[in-house]
């Protein structure tokens, strides 16, 4: 058997999350301004964006709107009700010690988008949620230290999350430059990739046919924070 007739034996899967950094004036949590890239490190934070004892959140209404806006164009059904939670992490860039996202209750849920492919068919994406969170901050490496500027750290972001429905790079290029396109001419994303404003994680997975007609999936690997359509 062929290394092609082997490859034929078996499907790629592919579910995409997406981070946008939305376009607002202030960061989600806090009235720090988002006006980050090429300031001084450390210069656009506060008590709350550093996660400093007795800091309160309070929510950035314009940060909602963004997303119910793109909800709505991912025909996504809109809840009336959200609720955020705090997500575990303990890394530098993330001074309180947890991320404020959003978990059993998002925002938009149940959305799809129509691509189309170079074979001239079209395909429906379904999207699964897409939620508000905050960004952390960022590590920089220089040397035999780990310096850590935190200018990024509580930027409004929006996840989105499809369904495991993409079946090659090509579906994967399709779905992430539609929405990319959306994204902007909606205005809730610059969609500047080089700048960390729009970066995907792809989790995959390869099954055979036999897995697929049992509705079965292969071990998920998740491929983090790819700031180009190429990669």
């Known amino acids: 058997m062929t290394a092609v007739q082997e490859s034929q034996k078996y499907q790629v899967v592919v579910g995409m999350e997406v981070h946008a950094q939305l376009l607002t004036r202030t960061k989600m949590f806090c009235r720090c301004s988002t006006d980050y890239q090429g300031a001084p490190p450390n210069t656009h934070t506060c008590p709350t964006c550093l996660g400093l004892p007795g800091a309160m959140p309070v929510i950035n209404r314009a940060a909602v709107e963004a997303t119910i806006k793109t909800g709505l164009a991912l025909n996504c059904r809109i809840a009336e009700t959200a609720v955020f939670a705090r997500k575990n992490y303990h890394y530098p860039d993330l001074p309180k010690g947890y991320q404020i996202s959003q978990y059993e209750l998002p925002l938009c849920v149940d ?3 129509e691509v189309d492919l ?3 068919s079209s395909k429906r994406i379904r999207i699964h949620r897409a939620h ?3 960004d ?4 920089v490496h220089e040397g035999g230290y780990t310096l850590v500027d935190l200018n990024r750290a509580g930027m409004p972001l929006l996840e989105i999350v499809t369904e495991a429905d993409i079946a090659s790079p090509e579906e994967a290029y399709a779905f992430l430059t539609k929405l990319r396109t959306i994204l902007r001419y909606l205005g809730v994303n610059s969609g500047d990739m080089e700048k960390g404003a729009m970066r995907c994680e792809p989790n995959i997975s390869v099954r055979t046919a036999d897995q697929a007609a049992r509705g ?3 071990a998920k690997v998740e491929v983090k924070n790819l700031n180009s359509f190429r990669a």
């Open 132 to 134: 508000l969170e905050e």
């Open 216 to 218: 079965e999936y292969g």
């Open 136 to 139: 952390t901050g960022k590590n």
């Open 111 to 113: 959305g799809w988008i």
């Open 118 to 120: 170079p074979d001239g």
